[in-house]
């Protein structure tokens, strides 16, 4: 566990360069706009090892799959995110000499992620040929003009000198994590308009993506160049400027780019708009741009700013977590979705997991409006027609659909039939959350107009991949892997089957509800879908009589078939020398051993809270945290919520901290890939969920907090519904404000509390 | 099924040249001598699709392993046999147009593998310009002088023409299946001795096995080149001969190869030797290389061969099964061994499996001296050291061995978790044949020098990797795979538990016997293993306890836990569009089917025959069998051994035809990748266990035939012990001629009989 990072409420801050922990800064000072965004590489040039990252939202590559041995049903590609034109290069150089950390170990670095204004700043002192410079930069990633970034960069020096400041766009990008060392771009167009405006185009290989980028640069009053030279070569385009900077004085250098997609622009258009928003943007100027920038992250931080008092490391921890989230994905467009590390690595291809369903619909849901989620979930109802081609692959007939466990545009991306092909239960997350919407915006529409096709294709799906089994006399669900990946291809995993049959269910409830209800819209559907009642009541009666493994010694629900025959040594007798095992163990260890990566029943217990006594959580709470190593960042925020619930509070805190600072204390040695945004969402689940015990009962609100005793307080918005809460949490009691909305209602414990509009309330 | 092969008893036979079948045909006319051997690519220049390769014994490769997502335990390099320097290209033009089959679609073609005299010969004719050509040639790689391939190509033209001979060595030979297409090759260096002897030498990277080859010309009396020219790059050489040829007359055109690996002779000594072994073989001539290369055969056919009358389609299909098996392996080095493919192709990387130890190593025990099977028990034996240090990467210690499932030098080569790491009853395999060949040989020395070392690491194996089930009350092993690699990371395959508690118990027994025997190598191994007796108490402690799933419904024992929770429809219900399933099904569908690749609980029945009644071996087989789908290669054999056993005749000869004509019929469509060597020997444990109850109890040995109705007799010779017996079955009784060796006895049904030297007995 690396603690180099400075604990400030709002600010992210490293003092001090450090060779070895650059690939984590990368990370953890990483910028976007949910539109692009991009890992904190330097502006300068760079020897050291690096991870060079610029992304731009849905634009992907299906990068030709790699396995040992083939198998049937593998998809041939496996779309990724792409590493995309490099805008953020200004290479420096002094009198001839270049700056090059790697080179020149600088002094008085302080590099600083200021979250409250969604700014990077940078500052250091370097001596070059005996001439002491010191640089100061700050980059962000436009919240209000989604295709505009802007970096100005500070020089002063001691002495007088020459100065070269060469900076552009650079097409020659590579994605690291490329199976076959493919160069993913092509048709690379650069150029010159005469303002001086560099511009570059290029388009994607295979999916043919058209990018086009371009940059203007502005100096300080002043200061000019005493000469400009240009560069440019098939793959990369620059201006070389050259200063006389006079001693004590300094040279303020600005750059504005604006980055294209044909996702948003014909790209007949994209010389016109390209050339338009970067001269509205010089216009505009440096200050008046970061104004509006900061102004826009205000507006955001005001729906979803967590406040801690008494605990700064979780003050920091948590809006760390939050504007993450905010960077990565801001809701305006259901083709886009959440990678598990947004814009600040590679590592999973970029891709959609049921992280977004399971983790950061409940996010955005309290933290933005509905529309948001709603987007999220019209992301899979677009994708219908390919979940059932995605089914069909694998032998399921009749509109079943299996979405995919990994996709950029809806086709299955994974190359581990372990996981590919059974690791099925992401059609349980994906319908819950058409149900958690719905439970907690109220909008009952959606299941007509979109949710019970999805419904319907995945309750088909349950129906035709359980089979009777003659010897239990039940319905088995054979050959999956639930959400602890630390089992393969095991029979009746209980979490699997439990949601399998909750989705039969509540597909036939709402059908149910449907056709007694005026609205002609269930014919439509029945139409389209080609259903009837008789398949309906199959899936009655299939949830009806699934098995569900339960010991009746140890009096709980088993995570699969056969989990007794492990030998069952709790994790804290494990050396800490082997930990985590997943970097120690061979594969098969960990398959045999009773190791649990994840929640997996305990995911169950979370998603369907109600259906169990608090004597039942409790003592499968009991029974299977022991043996969970919480190898996967979508653990500890599960288990501190449980924690939470069943009132140990110790272990609510302990795994907060875990899951709050996976990254900024890199926890997992693997912030150097990139954050993890999708479990960040689960950070905010912990405060929530857990500390605010927040839940949505029929439409209603409850509060139910248990406020970690170091802190002093927790204040928080909430959107729910029509109102925006702001609520405040002290060790005594509970102050809600009813900030935007008319009246309404809360509960908490068992008691029904109004609030008028602007009203506020307190519980003590 | 393609059934266009002529059957011949000593001949395979193609008539008329097609082009899509000649893949399948390169493979099923492959020729080799235990040291090399090469697919049967024409001489000719040839335009259309073909596996090129050319191997040679014991030299592999490296190759960097491909996976979709990296486990713990993989090994890094997957060796595989390569593609070495081609010698068999003899290009021909006929006034300057080149002969390619894929362009001149030949007439009157006609190839034959004479497996009698170990020759492939083709002829054909064909018209160029007008004129028309008959061309004859024969090859061999000689059984008396190991690295001597020769070649004969005979051309007699109708019309004069000017011919254009283009032959040499050619080092510029790639794998197909080469994980990221490289070159395996380096150093190449070619050049020209004065006689003309064209030379060339290369090795291979990484392993850097060095390879020197030599070739020389030679042309009938009364044909002379009319000019001479040489090619050299730094890839290839070879010498270009330009003939007159007259109408009517005929060139004979004799290529001689010299083939020499470091694996026999030293690098400084390679061009020495190679000139020497070159010129002996050009003064030899052909006719004489030839027919010591037939006589060679005839010792071997002597040993080995299986007469069949009345099914010419059995006959010519045992011996094909019978000669493929001695191309490849002849058992003289115990650093060689015998590759799924033997020298016919590329597929499964030209390694070893446990195939060698399950089915080859009973038909060299019959066929061979009992050196060649002792020197497949040592390759084994020599990379004990490895098998420990493969254990100790997945986490076993204190010397236990895991053999690897796949491997060239004792090193894993396989790169799926779920075979790798988890098709461990391999190591039962591996065991068993030690016990297979003290039994069948009575070389009971074999136990103390090299056997107990190699059973204590295993029997150390198993006990680690057992684990105590509070629930069960047993020792239970999960996560593996057994034969049936149709079913992945089951708990307690009942074949692996049976093999394994075996293991412990023959072990224990082992160390028992040689500890009461006056022998003091015990004390030795003790020392050398760091046994002592509590571990081997602990052995026999665990295989006693050992769980074995039983159904008492069924009254059979369970493939694993939980294979009765699955659909049990037989495989003779599934569309015949669907099979092979492998190739039409999903990968979680072949998962969680009842379908069974291969033998798997009766491959214990196979190897335990004696543990069980008939009514059991009955009721498993009719349990079983019927959801076996037979989609390996080692299948059918089992399962017609068994049949025989329970008296099922039919299904007995339908299997045998099944295994005997995998090839020669393309059963599985796949023959073009090269021949299925090691299921060969399984052909030949159905005609010896099978129709003739061969078996070897209390150091006798016992005959049980049951002659298939269609057969008029079979006859067969039998290496056992001292003796070479011939074993000729009629319907009506039995004739035992003891053809070497003094007088012995044997068992048929209860009666013992004696058989003198050189005498001959019928059994009525």
């Given at each position: 566990m690396k603690d180099y990072i400075k604990i400030q409420p709002w600010s992210i801050v490293e003092e001090g360069f450090d060779v070895p922990r650059n690939k984590v800064s990368e990370s953890l000072f990483s910028i976007g706009n949910g539109r692009m965004g991009q890992r904190a590489n330097f502006e300068e040039a760079y020897s050291g090892p690096t991870l060079k990252g610029s992304y731009i939202a849905g634009i992907y590559y299906p990068d030709k799959t790699r396995v040992g041995w083939w198998k049937n049903g593998y998809p041939e590609y496996f779309a990724k995110v792409l590493n995309s034109v490099n805008w953020n290069s200004i290479e420096v150089t002094v009198d001839g000499t270049s700056i090059d950390m790697a080179k020149t170990v600088p002094t008085a670095f302080r590099r600083e992620l200021d979250m409250q204004n969604g700014l990077l700043k940078r500052k250091f002192t370097v001596t070059i040929n005996g001439n002491t410079l010191h640089a100061k930069t700050e980059r962000f990633c436009s919240m209000k003009r989604k295709n505009l970034g802007v970096i100005r960069y500070s020089l002063t020096a001691e002495k007088d000198c020459s100065i070269a400041i060469s900076s552009g766009l650079n097409g020659d990008v590579r994605n690291q994590d490329a199976n076959y060392d493919e160069f993913f771009w092509q048709n690379t167009q650069t150029g010159f308009y005469e303002i001086p405006v560099v511009w570059l185009t290029q388009e994607t290989r295979k999916t043919n993506f058209g990018v086009y980028a371009l940059c203007r640069h502005q100096w300080n009053e002043g200061q000019s160049p005493v000469s400009t030279d240009s560069t440019k070569t098939d793959l990369q385009v620059g201006m070389v400027y050259h200063f006389n900077l006079k001693a004590g004085e300094t040279l303020t250098f600005d750059k504005y780019c604006v980055i294209l997609s044909d996702l948003y622009v014909n790209r007949e258009a994209f010389s016109r708009q390209g050339l338009q928003e970067i001269q509205d943007a010089y216009n505009a100027g440096y200050e008046a741009l970061n104004k509006e920038h900061s102004e826009a992250w205000s507006a955001i931080w005001k729906n979803c700013d967590i406040e801690i008092e008494g605990d700064d490391a979780a003050q920091q921890a948590i809006r760390f977590n939050i504007f993450q989230l905010f960077q990565t994905y801001t809701g305006d467009d259901a083709r886009l979705n959440i990678g598990p590390k947004g814009f600040t690595g590679e590592k999973y291809g970029g891709s959609t997991y049921w992280d977004t369903e399971a983790y950061c619909i409940p996010f955005y849901l309290g933290t933005a409006s509905p529309e948001v989620s709603r987007n999220l979930l019209l992301y899979r109802y677009q994708q219908l027609p390919k979940a059932i081609e995605n089914a069909e692959k694998l032998?399921?007939?009749?509109g079943a659909a299996l979405y995919p466990m990994v996709t950029m545009n809806g086709e299955e991306c994974h190359n581990e039939w372990e996981i590919t092909f059974e690791e099925i239960h992401r059609n349980g997350a994906i319908a819950y959350a058409i149900y958690d919407y719905i439970n907690y915006t109220g909008d009952k529409e959606y299941m007509a107009s979109h949710g019970l096709e999805v419904m319907i294709g995945i309750a088909r799906f349950w129906a035709q991949r359980v089979n009777w089994s003659n010897d239990k006399k039940k319905y088995v669900m054979l050959g999956v892997t639930g959400p602890n990946e630390f089992e393969n291809n095991v029979n009746n995993n209980w979490y699997t089957n439990y949601i399998a049959a909750w989705c039969m269910r509540y597909a036939a409830e709402q059908y149910d509800k449907l056709s007694k209800s005026?609205?002609?819209k269930l014919l439509e559907i029945k139409r389209k879908t080609d259903l009837d009642s008789a398949e309906v009541a199959d899936w009655l009666n299939i949830q009806a009589n699934m098995y569900l493994p339960f010991d009746e010694e140890h009096n709980v629900f088993l995570q699969q078939d056969g989990f007794l025959d492990k030998e069952l040594i709790p994790v804290s007798q494990l050396p800490a020398s082997e930990r985590p095992i997943v970097e120690h163990w061979s594969w098969d260890r960990i398959l045999r051993s009773c190791y649990i990566k994840q929640a997996d029943v305990l995911q169950g217990f979370y998603f369907f809270e109600d259906d169990f006594e608090m004597e039942t959580h409790r003592r499968h709470f009991d029974f299977y945290e022991p043996f969970t190593?919480?190898?996967?960042?979508?653990s500890p925020c599960i288990h501190s919520i449980l924690a939470n619930k069943i009132g140990n509070e110790e272990k609510a805190y302990e795994f907060y901290l875990r899951t709050a600072r996976l990254d900024l204390n890199d926890i997992n040695n693997d912030t150097c890939d990139g954050c993890h945004i999708t479990s960040m969402a689960g950070t905010w689940m912990t405060i929530s969920k857990g500390f605010a015990g927040i839940r949505v009962r029929n439409g209603k609100l409850h509060l139910n907090p248990v406020l970690p005793a170091k802190w002093n307080s927790m204040r928080f918005n909430l959107r729910f519904r029509g109102n925006l809460l702001g609520i405040k949490i002290v060790q005594k009691g509970i102050t809600v404000q009813n900030?935007?909305?008319i009246q309404t209602e809360i509960i908490c414990g068992s008691n029904s509390y109004t609030i008028s509009a602007s009203g506020e309330i307190f519980i003590g």
């Open positions: 032998g399921f007939k009749n005026a609205d002609d190593v919480h190898e996967s960042s979508l900030l935007e909305g």
